[in-house]
Structures are given as C-alpha cells and as structure tokens.
C-alpha cells in the first residue's frame, strides 16, 4: 500500500506543475458540485424537477454518504498533503480513503441518469463523476487511489440500488403509514448501531445522520401518502419554490449553529432531534407548505 501512496503523490506532483491559479480556482469551484453545493442539488432535485425521483436520489445518496464516512474513519488514511509538502493544497478535513466526491458524484448523477433513461445523460453523467474525481487530485486532496476506489465504491452502490430499488420499494408499499414511519426511524437507529461498530467520526455526527435519515424517511412516507406534489410545474412556481424552501432550509442549519449544541449525550440528542427536523421539512414539510401557498400544480383531473 505504501508503494501506491508514493505513486500517488508522484503523479499528484506531476499533474500539478502544468496547473496555473486560474486552472487551480476552476477545479475549485467544480470540486464544489460534490461537496457543499448538495445543499442545493438535492433541494433543486427533490421540489423543483420530480418529487419521486428525488427521493429515490436522496435515499441513495445518505446511504453512501454514511458508508463513506465509516469507511474512512475505519481506514483512517492520511490525506496526500499530509505526508509530502510538493503538494499545492488548502488542506481538508478528515480521512481521505475512499474519495467521497467521487463516489457521491457516481451515486448522484447516476442515480438521475436512471431516472432520465436517456444514453447521453448517462455518457454526461460519467463525465461529471470523472471529472469530480480529477478535481480531488489536482488540488492534492486525495490519492489517485482513493479516487478509484471512490468511483468503484459508487459505482457498485448505484448497481445494488438500481437492482433492487422496485423490490424494496413493494416492500414498503405493503406496510402502512404507521410501519412505514417505523421502519425509516430504525433505519436511523440501524445507522447509529452501525456507525458505534464502524466508527464514523464524532458522535454527535452519528447521531446527526441518524436523526436525519429518520426524518427524512418518516417524511417521505407521510408525502407520498398524502401530498399531490410531483416537483413539477412552470418555472415561476418551481423558482419560488426553490427560494422559499431554501430560506427555511438555512434558517434551521443557521439556528442549530447558532445556538449550539449541548456536550454530551443530551447534546447527540438534541442535535438528532434537529437534524430530524431538517429532513423532514425537505422531504415532507417543504411540499406540503408548498401546496398550501398554491406553489404547486394542481392534480391532473
């Protein structure tokens, strides 16, 4: 392992003396779309394009993230910057092994690309994810090495989501909204005991996952039952819906930063409780606040 990692910063080494600063800020800013702009994608997705397919995206999408953070608290690999300083990089946070962007960028395009059922957008779908990974690279962030197995990890995700999604959706569907409710909280519970075996981070960030998944679960199972929200629309209902939806979005993020969260495990609590609360206003309370102001389209007759 040793032998690739020293590969590795070779090659990080390499590519970086043809960067120039105007290159280094465009990687920046891609590198962007798989990381702190999910924020938005996933919102944009889920209101403003189709409800459905943005929940099936959602679901895939938290899934990796919390198997991404396990695995690289359980390989607990340093990042390039860390161990050679040829390197250019502003750093970043956490392990490096797997490469999170690249495989969130192969579950999230991927899993739209399913969606769209078109073979240019699978053919766009793969540039993006590759791409994404080139970003990590340049800006010496992650080893070639833990791009591919981002990309590999991702890629047998989005497989195993692909293939069972129909059957595990009729499972759902034979439960009522009491079960249904039931089983997305111990999905959030399941998360929590996972991530004490595999260790994923603080524990509140456990918690935090935990508490959301929950949610955001709970919520979709009340939304599909009794919304007729689909995200769809003409443009001005699908950018207001956008603007509003975010505005609350960021005042819940804003309000748990700004107060704080209590040490402890009264403070893994209250934050699981908030981070419930934010998944599900995206999932439920943003669409049912949605038809409400006469922000959605009315049902087909």
């Given at each position: 392992m040793?032998?690739?990692?020293?590969?590795?910063i070779e090659w990080i080494v390499w590519i970086q003396q043809f960067q120039t600063p105007a290159t280094f800020r465009f990687w920046e800013i891609y590198t962007n779309f798989g990381g702190s702009y999910y924020l938005y994608l996933v919102p944009?997705?889920?209101?403003?394009?189709?409800?459905r397919a943005g929940l099936r995206t959602l679901a895939i999408f938290t899934a990796a993230v919390v198997v991404n953070t396990a695995l690289k608290e359980w390989f607990a690999q340093p990042r390039p910057f860390q161990l050679d300083e040829r390197i250019i990089s502003d750093g970043e946070m956490g392990y490096g092994l797997p490469s999170g962007h690249a495989q969130l960028a192969v579950v999230f395009w991927g899993s739209i690309a399913s969606w769209v059922g078109r073979t240019w957008f699978w053919w766009l779908a793969a540039g993006i994810a590759f791409l994404m990974g080139v970003s990590r690279i340049v800006l010496g962030v992650h080893f070639p090495s833990d791009v591919v197995a981002g990309w590999a990890l991702g890629a047998l995700m989005l497989w195993l989501y692909l293939r069972y999604q129909?059957?595990?959706e009729a499972w759902l569907a034979r439960y009522p909204l009491g079960g249904q409710v039931g089983w997305a909280v111990t999905a959030g519970v399941v998360v929590l005991l996972f991530v004490q075996v595999?260790?994923?981070?603080?524990?509140?960030?456990n918690a935090g996952a935990a508490g959301f998944i929950a949610g955001a679960g709970a919520g979709a199972a009340i939304g599909l039952r009794s919304l007729t929200f689909d995200g769809r629309g003409p443009a001005w209902q699908r950018g207001l819906r956008f603007v509003l939806g975010l505005a609350v979005l960021?005042?819940?993020?804003g309000g748990m930063r700004g107060f704080g969260v209590?040490?402890?495990g009264l403070g893994r609590l209250v934050l699981a409780l908030y981070m419930a609360i934010t998944g599900l206003w995206l999932t439920f309370g943003a669409p049912w606040l949605f038809e409400r102001v006469r922000l959605s389209r009315a049902p087909a007759a």
């Amino acid at each position: 392992m040793q032998g690739i990692l020293e590969s590795g910063i070779e090659w990080i080494v390499w590519i970086q003396q043809f960067q120039t600063p105007a290159t280094f800020r465009f990687w920046e800013i891609y590198t962007n779309f798989g990381g702190s702009y999910y924020l938005y994608l996933v919102p944009a997705l889920l209101w403003c394009v189709d409800y459905r397919a943005g929940l099936r995206t959602l679901a895939i999408f938290t899934a990796a993230v919390v198997v991404n953070t396990a695995l690289k608290e359980w390989f607990a690999q340093p990042r390039p910057f860390q161990l050679d300083e040829r390197i250019i990089s502003d750093g970043e946070m956490g392990y490096g092994l797997p490469s999170g962007h690249a495989q969130l960028a192969v579950v999230f395009w991927g899993s739209i690309a399913s969606w769209v059922g078109r073979t240019w957008f699978w053919w766009l779908a793969a540039g993006i994810a590759f791409l994404m990974g080139v970003s990590r690279i340049v800006l010496g962030v992650h080893f070639p090495s833990d791009v591919v197995a981002g990309w590999a990890l991702g890629a047998l995700m989005l497989w195993l989501y692909l293939r069972y999604q129909s059957g595990l959706e009729a499972w759902l569907a034979r439960y009522p909204l009491g079960g249904q409710v039931g089983w997305a909280v111990t999905a959030g519970v399941v998360v929590l005991l996972f991530v004490q075996v595999i260790p994923a981070g603080p524990a509140g960030m456990n918690a935090g996952a935990a508490g959301f998944i929950a949610g955001a679960g709970a919520g979709a199972a009340i939304g599909l039952r009794s919304l007729t929200f689909d995200g769809r629309g003409p443009a001005w209902q699908r950018g207001l819906r956008f603007v509003l939806g975010l505005a609350v979005l960021f005042l819940l993020i804003g309000g748990m930063r700004g107060f704080g969260v209590p040490e402890g495990g009264l403070g893994r609590l209250v934050l699981a409780l908030y981070m419930a609360i934010t998944g599900l206003w995206l999932t439920f309370g943003a669409p049912w606040l949605f038809e409400r102001v006469r922000l959605s389209r009315a049902p087909a007759a």
